[in-house]
């Protein structure tokens, strides 16, 4: 087996991440079934800045998308992370952490402030993501609204509600 590879997309990439994010996302409990269309609606925006793919074999098996969101208080240079996938059969290997790992290294080499996440403080807390309660989101349960920050020099410590792209709603049906 070759060793696991990370690497930014690439054209000829698109329809695997758009399957296996499908796939990964079928049936999961918090899945509207929209992510693999949000990943395109950001693509078609321009607001993919960090968007990762994990090649196994030859295979991709993972992507991790990271995408602007805004603050109302002005605070510019944070990021949203997600949507991130892994193919089923490929799951618990590593795959989506190493994923994580390098997209964070990927903001901060933009000069990113920090990333936001909404997801499971179970598996997103070991990167050094926190609930921070000066950062709220509508639609989900606070605990599970996370926030690194990069600590910049000049960063400031961001307040206020979070907003995503709008091609996160975009996907949405009807939307
Ligand atoms: C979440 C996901 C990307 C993790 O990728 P992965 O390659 O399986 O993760 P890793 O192998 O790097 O890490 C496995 C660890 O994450 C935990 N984990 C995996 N999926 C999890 C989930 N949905 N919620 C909480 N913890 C999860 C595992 O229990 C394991 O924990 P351990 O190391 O303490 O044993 C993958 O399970 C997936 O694609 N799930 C469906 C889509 C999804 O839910 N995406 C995230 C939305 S926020």
Same mark, same amino acid.
Request: glycine share 12%; aromatic share 8%.
């Given at each position: 087996?070759?060793p696991l590879?990370?690497?930014?997309?690439?054209?000829? @990439?698109? %329809?695997?991440?758009?399957?296996?994010?499908?796939?990964?996302?079928? !049936?999961?409990?918090?899945?509207d079934g929209?992510?693999?269309?949000?990943?395109? *609606?950001?693509?078609?925006?321009?607001?993919?800045?960090?968007?990762?793919?994990?090649?196994? @074999?030859?295979?991709?098996? #993972?992507?991790?998308?990271?995408s602007?969101v805004? =603050?109302?208080d #002005?605070?510019?240079?944070?990021?949203?992370?997600g949507?991130?996938?892994?193919?089923?059969?490929?799951?618990? %290997? #590593? =795959?989506?952490? &190493?994923?994580?790992?390098?997209?964070?290294d990927?903001?901060?080499?933009?000069?990113?402030?920090g990333c936001?996440?909404l997801? @499971?403080p179970?598996?997103y807390?070991?990167?050094?993501f926190?609930? @921070?309660?000066?950062?709220?989101?509508? !639609? *989900?349960?606070?605990?599970?609204?996370?926030?690194?920050?990069?600590?910049?020099?000049? !960063? &400031?410590?961001?307040?206020?509600?979070v907003?995503?792209?709008r091609?996160?709603?975009?996907?949405?049906? !009807?939307?």
């Open positions: 087996m070759k590879v990370i690497r930014r997309e690439e054209a000829g @990439d698109v %329809a695997a991440i758009r399957a296996l994010t499908a796939d990964a996302f079928r !049936g999961a409990a918090h899945s929209t992510e693999h269309r949000v990943i395109d *609606a950001l693509r078609a925006s321009g607001e993919l800045p960090v968007s990762l793919v994990a090649e196994l @074999d030859g295979e991709v098996a #993972g992507h991790v998308a990271f602007p805004s =603050i109302p #002005g605070t510019a240079w944070w990021y949203g992370l949507p991130l996938a892994v193919l089923p059969l490929r799951q618990s %290997a #590593g =795959i989506g952490s &190493a994923l994580v790992r390098r997209g964070l990927e903001l901060r080499s933009l000069g990113a402030a936001v996440v997801g @499971d179970a598996f807390t070991r990167f050094g926190a609930h @921070d309660a000066a950062l709220t989101f509508d !639609g *989900a349960p606070a605990e599970y609204f996370l926030a690194l920050n990069f600590e910049r020099v000049d !960063g &400031a410590r961001p307040r206020g509600r907003s995503y792209s091609a996160f709603f975009v996907a949405k049906p !009807g939307g």
